[in-house]
């Protein structure tokens, strides 16, 4: 019978004790705490019950997987090389080489370049395990990866392989949607508040041209506005230089924030958890609580804006009335 004690749970990647509840699955043997059973259901070690294998065969025969980029002996069943991150399958094979031999066409077709930037050994990840099968004591400048995990909460599955790939290769370029299109609620849903007012005046001073051109043109209320149009002279080559300036800086936001958000959110992250280890020792539940996201700063941008942007179209009103009482 196998002794389950300091091996790891696959789910939580703690190692077992002697006072933990230990089940493992009836079909493959692979352990688990029963809490961590529990919360999936069921076994969720896929590989070994596509392979029609036993966690006690590979026990016996493959005690521990050599990382055949580095060499770094590995434990039973990791997933990723704990020295440099290269992804590992039960049977000691990289995800390189079992991409080959599922290719029907055995062609290489340079996705694992170790020089590309993008290269997807960062983005194959363990969706059972909130640590992507990471190491969770891999060091971050100080932070350890389990912290960073607390601390990003919801989706760690995105994050954390390209917290550990900009780590480990120093590119700061990643892509991020959210954050191109809707760069103050990406900064506030994160938390990261001084970032969100940064962007939310600059979308705010890019929008005022284009604001005040289709309020004045008429676009609003009809022609009440029609007078702004001669008091910000909207026809002038100087009104127009200043739109197409607006429309212009309004892509660089957008390609800036998509390409840099994710680096600035890592930075972010290392600077809070760096702060709170500073003052508090109860590190896991202070990081857990700062960090995550923010469902209420969603609702309170919302609100703000179109608060904002009434008081601007009652402003503009009352210029406009005043200038056709003159």
Not at 20 to 42: A, F, L, M, S, W
Not at 65 to 77: A, F, I, S, T, Y
Not at 167 to 187: E, I, Q, R
Not at 276 to 303: D, F
Request: overall charge positive; charged content about 20%.
């Amino acid at each position: 019978m196998i002794n389950y004690i300091g091996k790891k749970c696959i789910v939580c990647n703690k190692k077992f004790t002697e006072n933990d509840d230990i089940v493992v699955c009836p079909e493959c043997g692979t352990p688990y705490h029963r809490e961590c059973y529990n919360q999936n259901g069921k076994c969720i070690n896929t590989k070994l019950h596509e392979e029609g294998k036993t966690y006690q065969q590979i026990e016996e025969n493959n005690a521990t997987v050599r990382c055949p980029r580095c060499g770094e002996e590995n434990e039973l069943l990791s997933l990723f090389c704990r020295k440099c991150g290269m992804p590992l399958s039960s049977d000691g094979r990289t995800e390189k080489e079992n991409f080959n031999q599922k290719n029907a066409f055995g062609e290489d077709f340079g996705f694992y370049n170790n020089g590309n930037p993008f290269n997807p050994e960062y983005s194959q990840v363990n969706f059972s395990d909130p640590l992507c099968g990471l190491n969770p004591d891999e060091d971050f400048e100080g932070v350890r990866l389990e912290e960073l995990a607390d601390f990003v909460g919801p989706n760690t599955f995105y994050y954390l392989p390209l917290f550990k790939r900009m780590k480990d290769t120093g590119h700061k370029l990643t892509w991020n949607f959210s954050a191109m299109l809707f760069p103050v609620f990406y900064f506030g849903y994160r938390k990261m508040f001084p970032m969100m007012i940064i962007s939310a005046l600059a979308k705010i001073l890019i929008a005022t041209p284009s604001i005040i051109f289709a309020i004045s043109s008429g676009a609003f209320s009809g022609g009440v506005f029609s007078a702004l149009s001669g008091i910000f002279k909207v026809d002038s080559a100087g009104f127009n230089f200043v739109s197409d300036v607006a429309y212009f800086l309004n892509y660089v936001l957008m390609f800036a924030a998509g390409g840099f958000s994710n680096w600035i959110y890592y930075r972010h992250c290392l600077a809070k958890i760096k702060k709170l280890k500073e003052k508090n020792k109860a590190i896991k539940a202070i990081v857990c609580a700062k960090g995550g996201v923010s469902k209420l700063a969603l609702v309170l941008i919302s609100v703000v804006s179109f608060v904002l942007f009434m008081l601007f179209y009652v402003f503009l009103y009352f210029i406009a009335f005043f200038k056709n009482m003159i």
